[in-house]
């Protein structure tokens, strides 16, 4: 598994390069710089500036953290800044999150970091964690390993190959994306669980995208999935920050999703710390 690479700006530079199969001359091109140049910044020959590095990184599709990082290994101090979720600069995130995870209902959504560590959901969820070895719900808990483990909702996927397949597939894609060493170690754990012994029953054939297919006490859910992201964030805690909303497959499984949602107070607090009836701000 290829990580983040390290050491001199121009061998990051090169790295992240090859990480996206480009050669120099592709890169080049699409930074607008002779391949002359490029290449006497990767070999070291040429110092580059703070704004040549934001250009290429940007070019290259670099996580901002690990722009910081390629700052740094040149001598530069860090651009994008890294604050806790709950920091006053974030309240505007926050209260983003929370509204698109409380308008989702009774549909289930969450919201994740680049880990797959949770860090909220609606309450739609609960009805999905029945049974899970309460091991796996203390916190932090990992979205990933939660799904897949014996002792968590693995048992009751119906679709458990089909569904892992598409999980594990994800993580690779954010690994060779990121290089996060703790991604590569979290695919490493996942992998190891049990798999189904034979290939899922494909039924009518493949539909547009690969559903949950869950057994809940209530019934059977059968849920699509989307992902949510900030789309120009200059702030790693909101870069790193994904919304996973869950919609029903079919008629059933939204009628059924209707039925086990908990009645909303009308004075009832939204995560953000407002209410329903509330005027936004």
Known sequence: MILAPAGPPGDILRAWRRRRRLSQLDLALEAEISQRHLSCLESGRARPSRAMLLHLAERLGIPLRERNALLLAAGYAPVFAERALD??????????????????????????DRHWTLLAANAAIAPLLDGADPALLAPPVNVLRLSLHPGGLAPRILNLGEWRAHLLDRLRQQIAASGDPVLAGLLDELTAYPAPAAPDDPGDGPGV????????????????????VFGTPVDITLADLAVEAFFPADP?????????????????TRPDGTTPGETDP
């Open 87 to 112: 920091d006053p600069a974030l309240a505007a995130a926050r209260r983003a999150v929370a509204r698109i995870l409380d308008g989702h209902a009774p549909y289930p959504a969450l919201a994740v």
């Open 209 to 228: 995208a690969v559903p949950l297919v869950l057994a809940v006490p209530s019934g059977r859910l059968s849920l699509l999935s989307t992902t949510t």
């Open 252 to 268: 059933e499984t939204a009628a059924l999703l209707h039925r086990l949602a908990p009645p909303r107070r009308p004075d009832e």
